[in-house]
């Protein structure tokens, strides 16, 4: 993400929408993969969901496991 929070919505606006063009040809046999690290992930999550990866792989090692507050709030658990 940009470092200024004012440039994160044009900056998700494009990324979305790249990642998708990105897979949208991958065959069904074939899995996408994402990874993120070290943020605040409550803010985008949404969006991280709306990439519709099939695996999401999310460092938080430093968190003290508070992104898993998060996910509970998702709908994962």
Known sequence: LPLRKADWDAYL????P???LATA???D?????SHFCYSDFGDIFPTIQALDADVISIEFSKSDA???NTFKQYGYS
């Open 25 to 27: 040809g991958v065959s």
């Open 13 to 16: 606006s494009w990324a979305l």
């Open 18 to 20: 790249s990642f998708k």
């Open 29 to 33: 046999a074939l899995q996408t993969h």
């Open 66 to 68: 508070k992104l898993l």
